[in-house]
């Protein structure tokens, strides 16, 4: 012994690259033998696909199927396509992908986009663009909301998004500096990832029983520009971490993850919110938005950049302007204390409590929402629409309390962080 402390060897990237394709299929999907998996991801993402791809058939996929973006080919349409191009959607592949959840595929995302693609791009076109999408991927979203089957989404760094979180830095330090960062919040540094994130979902459902144990029937949030308060649907249930899906595997929908999070009563939210963090969404980046509900409804919207995109984005169609999630999640949360803004809802929303705005997860009722028809979910308050958007209300000055159907308030969060 030469008297020094022994220091483990910090893994490589290439180690931590395999460690979170590990996580990808093992956790996050908890994919079975003989299972299909459908994936997309950004062109830049190749090496992780490559690795989660190979993961995959490990653990005994029969077939994996991979979709990829293009950023070059997204901005192309933009530049030279017709203007009735922006009505059009490939409705036949989202279709096909649904049709593959139907019949048993497994689903994952590989996020890692641009948060400011469509910057400087006609918003109208942009607008058309999102809801041709959004109403072609309905087959597909609806069998994702309602856990028909195991999915799962990851990250990969790429450049154009590193030089969002980390601006005036060199490209290739950008991009190293968003890896790390992305190892440390999938908690794939150490020597046991899986283990980890056993234990980690043991805390988020040791959270969930507490809150689902008060029954409450409604939040309210208070902070700078914030007083709103979220009746929660009849009947809801609390969820986060590993959660089983309805064809009876265990998955972890979102890697990261450190939120628990049900369903919001459609019609039972009011009062005025200001967000928190900037929202990625589609290319376009909205920033400083605020607004205010009644009857569960948005009656006034703004917003300090974006505020176009984010008007066309409520007026998608009637469920847009209501809430189909509410999520809490402590200001001190590993993405949190990173003190980095992802410009990435996977990220920037497991960094602060959220509310989502269009369609609900029927997963989050009791009995996980089996046997529940359209009808019987709209009773008990659950929303539907076209989009399902993340953005995120939380800070360590945002107090919130659980109601009681007797209206008594229980401090649930004091300074963003958890009470008891």
């Not at 917003?303 to 409520?314: D, N, Q």
């Not at 399902?388 to 401090?411: F, N, Q, R, Y």
Request: glycine share 10%.
């Amino acid at each position: 012994m030469n008297g020094l402390a022994r220091i483990d060897a910090i893994p490589s990237h290439d180690e931590r690259l395999a460690r979170l394709a590990e996580v990808a299929v093992r956790v996050g999907l908890g994919l079975r033998p003989g299972q299909e998996l459908v994936m997309t991801a950004p062109l830049e993402s190749v090496a992780l696909a490559r690795a989660i791809t190979a993961e995959a058939y490990r653990a005994g996929a029969s077939l994996v199927t991979t979709l990829f973006s293009d950023d070059v080919a997204t901005l192309a349409r933009f530049a030279h396509a017709p203007d009735d191009a922006f009505d059009k959607a490939a409705g036949w592949l989202y279709a096909g992908m649904a049709e593959a959840f139907r019949n048993g595929a497994a689903r994952l995302a590989i996020s890692g986009d641009d948060p400011s693609l469509l910057a400087g791009q006609d918003t109208g076109k942009v607008a058309r663009a999102n809801r041709a999408r959004s109403k072609a991927y309905v087959p597909a979203l609806e069998l994702i909301a309602n856990f028909a089957t195991n999915w799962t989404i990851v990250s990969a760094a790429t450049v154009p998004w590193a030089r969002a979180v980390f601006p005036g830095e060199p490209d290739d330090i950008a991009l190293a500096r968003l890896w790390d960062a992305i190892f440390s919040a999938s908690r794939v540094n150490g020597p046991d990832p899986v283990g980890e994130w056993e234990a980690h979902n043991a805390a988020l459902h040791a959270r969930m029983g507490k809150l689902n144990a008060h029954r409450f029937a409604a939040l309210r949030f208070r902070g700078p520009d914030t007083d709103l308060t979220v009746g929660l649907a009849d009947d809801h249930e609390w969820c986060g971490g590993a959660s089983t899906a309805r064809n009876g595997i265990t998955c972890n929908a979102n890697i990261p993850t450190e939120e628990v999070f049900t369903t919001p009563h459609k019609a039972r939210v009011h009062g005025h919110v200001a967000s928190t963090k900037p929202l990625s969404y589609q290319g376009t980046l909205i920033e400083g938005i605020r607004v205010r509900f009644e009857e569960g409804r948005i009656v006034e919207a703004s917003a300090r950049a974006g505020e176009e995109v984010l008007s066309r984005v409520l007026d998608t169609d009637e469920g847009a302007r209501r809430l189909g999630e509410v999520a809490l999640v402590p200001a001190s949360s590993a993405i949190s204390a990173s003190g980095l803004l992802f410009y990435n809802t996977l990220y920037d929303e497991n960094a602060a409590s959220h509310i989502a705005l269009g369609q609900a997860y029927s997963k989050c009722f009791r009995d996980g929402g089996a046997g529940l028809s359209e009808d019987d979910l709209a009773a008990r308050g659950a929303n539907r629409s076209l989009i399902h958007i993340d953005w995120m209300i939380g800070s360590a000055e945002v107090d919130v309390d659980g109601l009681t159907a007797e209206g008594e308030a229980v401090p649930v969060m004091r300074a963003g962080e958890w009470v008891g």
